[in-house]
């Protein structure tokens, strides 16, 4: 597994300004870091035996994120390697931040759930006529029909996700905001990485094809593969793109633009910027709108609950009162 956003970005930053400062990267990778120590210091053995970037890129562990690699590399090669990681140290944090910000929305509706799950089948354990008739497994019954659902739900969505199974991607796609997001998010992943990967000085066909891979999105990855035969045929991407019916066209204006003007990994990172922006909007619409339909429903059970206990309550006093 990976090293979380915000230790990447530490890493990353760390070694750039190490570099920068004229650390060779062996030195670089001993000194202490957010990454597994162990595994730099076995990277840095490498180095020094006179392996290539590419080599010891390869064979660093799974903390290491894949799509990384490709930027690493082809930066490594043409000596840019500080600029690289401080993009990918920068594009770490917003990560972070991002997701400190959707886990704080998501928290308060969660607990309310949660402890409403813990209060609700107690209070259906009370009989106004006899008091509370308190059974254990009654108990545990009504708190698993209410968690296991949710929990099973989830655990289950998690995976789906996690295979990229098409149907968990399409639910995905079609929710409000989180669709939007996920777009946005995919092409501003395809615009940095390509952005990325030319600046580095990448052959622009390997770029596209490594761009297309690290969006993880078929339907670019698919437009990618075609782009590249149009350049593997001695074509410039550009007036292609249209015809993939995958771009917007911002995302090809601004293309044309860079690639008549020699500026194209420039306005690729500009628009991996922009998209980023708006993908990060979307976000934000969609940590607000599912805790709020999530704290909707738990409020909704609130008062089921609550009226059915004072109807409970009213139905024995009225009882009561025609008995005397």
């Known amino acids: ?12 930053r760390q070694l750039a300004q190490q570099l920068t400062a004229g650390l060779t990267l062996a030195q670089a990778l001993r000194a202490p870091s957010a990454a597994p120590t162990g595994d730099c210091h076995r990277l840095a053995n490498l180095a020094e035996a006179g392996q290539s970037v590419r080599t010891l890129i390869a064979a660093a562990g ?10 690493l590399t082809a930066a490594a ?19 972070h931040t991002t997701r400190i910000r959707v886990a704080l929305a998501c928290a308060y509706p969660l607990l309310v759930f949660h402890f409403g799950a813990l209060i609700f089948p107690f209070l259906r354990l009370i009989d106004f ?36 199974h098409p149907l968990a991607l399409g639910l995905l796609d079609r929710l409000p905001a989180i669709g939007g997001y996920r777009e ?15 600046e580095a000085g990448a052959p622009i066909g390997s770029a596209w094809l490594d761009s297309g891979r690290i969006a993880r999105r078929p339907s670019l990855e698919t437009a990618s593969a075609r782009i590249h035969a149009v350049i593997e045929n001695g074509q410039a991407p550009g007036p292609h793109l249209t015809a993939t019916g995958v771009f917007p066209a911002e995302f090809v204006a601004r293309y044309l633009t860079g690639e008549r003007t020699g500026s194209l990994d420039a306005s690729l990172l500009a628009l991996a910027a922009d998209y980023q922006s708006r993908a ?9 709108l ?25 139905g024995t006093l009225n009882r009561l009162a025609d008995g005397m």
């Open 290 to 314: 599912y805790p709020g339909i999530l704290f909707g429903v738990v409020v909704l059970l609130v008062g089921y609950f609550v009226i059915s206990f004072y109807a409970g309550y009213f």
């Open 77 to 95: 090669e043409a000596g840019r390697l500080p600029l690289v990681l401080n993009n990918l140290a920068e594009r770490y944090a917003q990560i």
């Open 62 to 71: 799974p903390w290491l994120p894949e799509h990384d690699r490709p930027f």
């Open 129 to 164: 006529e006899h008091g509370l008739n308190w059974s254990l497994s009654a108990y545990l019954g009504g708190l698993l029909a209410l968690l296991l659902p949710v929990w099973g739900g989830g655990a289950v969505f998690y995976l789906l996700l996690r295979k990229r």
């Open 184 to 198: 946005n998010q995919a092409l501003a992943d395809f615009a940095f990485a390509l952005g990325n990967l030319l």
């Open 280 to 288: 990060n909007q979307r976000l934000v619409v969609a940590s607000m």
């Open 1 to 12: 597994m990976s090293l979380a956003p915000q230790k990447l970005s530490l890493f990353y």
